[in-house]
């Protein structure tokens, strides 16, 4: 392999921290799972638009190729290598009453996880025999849960295109071919062994193997913020009963992207803020002093509509998962003062 002919358009951690040194070292490693220094950059060498442009194999990968991921984990998420990931789900110690109780501004809220299995490669290498055994792991796991959490999966194999595009359109499903997870190697053998899984009122909804093995999803409408974290931290408790996820002490939970890894907690919500909008320089002095990032309505990628934006935590490692939700609370509490403000 040879060093990447990187442009001036590559502008991703990736590229600034893959020295011709760092490629030196780490250029003929690999994982037990066989997992090289060129599959992981791949994805930002294709889209030299990425901020990032890294994926992880397998928790091995962290290790292996710590030359580059140390210092895009520490840039990212400001936590070094001597530093421990702290969990800390007690939703007694979030304090967020409903910052807009008659449904101004706040559409909806919404609070994911990322996991994966302790005992199978990451998603950009796994086979489709071990993707496919997962999805059978995790559904039949899924299909074990009792009251609120009881629900039915849904494979995207056999699914109408009429269904799924119905899903997507509502916000509870992943889009097909995002371009970034394609170069990485993770819409291989695209749509065996995907799917979700949902109950009855799309509350509590899970995403298998798509960016990660598992995305667990709590979300309903309006801004009780609270409620939506009660019901995600009692979906990952009766999960963590049944399963093993990837973790360690250092970097938290395992995710494939190191954007994620921590608590790999993003608490959302979609908020009108059509005078915030007309003034992005105010908005972003807001969203970056609580550490948050705004994104489209149809999630990362997308643009904003009718001046509904969704705001999110943007830390994940070295903080809790109540501070990901509090950082994401205190921001829309001045977000929402600031638009009232504005004439
Ligand atoms: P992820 O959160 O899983 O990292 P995306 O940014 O792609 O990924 O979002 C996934 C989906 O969740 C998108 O359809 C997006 O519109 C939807 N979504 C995110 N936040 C909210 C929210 N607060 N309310 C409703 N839908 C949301
Ligand atoms: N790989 C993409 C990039 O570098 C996405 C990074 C963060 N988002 C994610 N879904 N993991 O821009």
Redesign the pocket.
Known sequence: MQYPNFTKEHKSLMAKYLTKEVFEELKDLKTANGFTLSKAIKSGIDNPDSGIGVYAGDKESYDTFGALFDSIIQEYHGFSKEDKHKSNLNPDELDAPNPDPKDEFI????I?VGRNLADFPLGPAISKEQRDEVEKIVSSTLGLLKGSLAGKYYPLLGMSEADRLSL?ED?FL??AGDRFLESAGLNRDWPSGRGIYHNNEKTFLVWINEEDEL?IIS?QKGGDIKEVFQRLVLAISELEKKMKFAFSDHLGYITSCPTNLGTAM?A???IALPKLAKDMEKFKSITDKHHLQI?G????H?QSEDGIY?I?NKRRLGVTEVQCVQDMYDGVVELIKTEKEVI
Request: hydrophobic share 25%; aromatic share 4%; net charge positive.
């Open positions: 559409v909806s809220t919404r994911r997507v916000h992943f889009k995305r979300m993003r959302s919500v979609h994104r309505v149809h999630g990362e997308s969704d999110s």
